[in-house]
């Protein structure tokens, strides 16, 4: 999609009462128009926030440009701090990936938020020191319990890890726990001088019942469901064949009626 065409469907949905987007992808920063992207959507009247999830591994460069342009908060990925194994996972350097974060806390995004996946046998031994890191660079940690989507079964097996001890040291440690309602009761534990929040897998009906997102592919689809495939509603291909704002509008409306909780509560 051009720049042209995402901009006008993110105005389309923010004609609708939409008023936050989150840039992800894949990896955003890959695009060389990113800038020219967040400009376009943070310009929208009615816009309350834009934010982006990245691996940051470009953000260094990048940090300044896209916050002058509009961008708010960033979630940038960081499995561990050990060079070998986030060379491993994640195919780039880490040190890359701390400049990123440090480029992003000197623009001003506030928060910064560091995306730490849990695998068992691979960083649970990592978490103190990640907690750490987060107290040093004032940037919030979200512990994330791995999810069964978008991974093989053998992978999900061999590496899911539950979070109950990561929650029952933070539980001792915290000065507050405080809950995200509409986030599927997210917990959000306040240590001395470090926040951390544990993400659970979103496969059940508490997430279900409270989501209210809509997702646009990266071929221009609305995909008003993470979990599936079948119910996406193409908004790009009219927008190229001269659609009205008003028949973009009632796309989006379609998709939404489209939206079916994926996990039922019994």
Known sequence: ?????????ARTAVSLGISRIKL???EPLMRKDICEVVKGIAAIPGLKDLSMTTNGLLLGSLAKE?????????????????AEKYHKLAGG??????????AAIDAGFCPVKLNMVVLKDVNVDDVSEMIDFARQTGTILQLIE???VNVSSAYYSAHHRFLDEQEEML?????SVETRRFMHNRRIYRLPDVTVEVVHPIENSEFCMHCTRLRVTSDGRLKPCLMR??????????IR????DEELKQLFMRANLLREPFNKSA
């Open 229 to 238: 495939n079948d119910n996406l509603k193409d908004i790009l291909t009219p």
């Open 1 to 9: 999609m051009s720049v042209e065409e995402i901009v006008r469907i």
């Open 24 to 26: 992800t992808g894949g």
């Open 146 to 148: 791995l999810d069964p």
């Open 93 to 102: 350097r880490v040190k890359n990936a701390l400049e990123g974060i440090r």
């Open 66 to 82: 896209l916050c002058a342009a509009g961008l708010r908060r960033v979630n940038i990925s960081l499995p561990t701090l050990n």
């Open 241 to 244: 064949n001269g659609a009205s």
């Open 171 to 175: 539980k001792q440690k915290a000065l």
